[in-house]
Structure formats: C-alpha cells, structure tokens
C-alpha cells in the first residue's frame, strides 16, 4: 500500500492503495468505492477524481478550479 499526497486550498488530501493491485480498494480522501482498476492503475487518476470531488462538495465547479487541481497532481507526493 502507498499513500499520495498533495495540496490545494491550503488543504492535504491523501489517498491510498496498492495501484499495482486491479482489485486494491483506493481509501483516504476520496469516495465511491474505487478499486484501483477504475483508475487504470494511476495513482495520478485517482488523486484528480479526490480532487475534484472536494471542488464539487465545496459548491464550485472544477472547471473553474482545474489549473489548480493540475498542479496540485502534479505535486503529489508519495510515502
């Protein structure tokens, strides 16, 4: 299991899984039930879908937000 992490919004968000694994659930910030498979085996894929999951619950769109959703992937960390 590797966890990832990033920021945005002055805010960690973490995910977890073994995306070696298709059938790995994906746990941490995100919801739905994902199994690593949905994302193609792309820790980069699942932390988007997080991301954009805590746009929409904050009420905005994530068109509006998706420069930083981009940088916030792409500064993703993992431990």
Do not use: W
Not at 17 to 37: E, K, L, R
Not at 49 to 63: C, F, K, N
Request: net charge negative; with cysteine; aromatic share 8%.
């Amino acid at each position: 299991m590797t966890t990832y992490t990033t920021n945005i919004f002055s805010e960690e968000i973490s995910i977890t899984g073994n995306f070696s694994d298709a059938t790995s659930p994906v746990s941490g910030d995100i919801s739905g039930g994902y199994q690593v498979a949905a994302f193609r085996h792309s820790p980069a894929m699942a932390m988007r879908t997080a991301l954009v999951q805590l746009v929409i619950a904050s009420g905005d769109s994530p068109e509006d937000f998706a420069d930083e959703i981009d940088d916030a992937v792409c500064k993703m960390r993992s431990s």
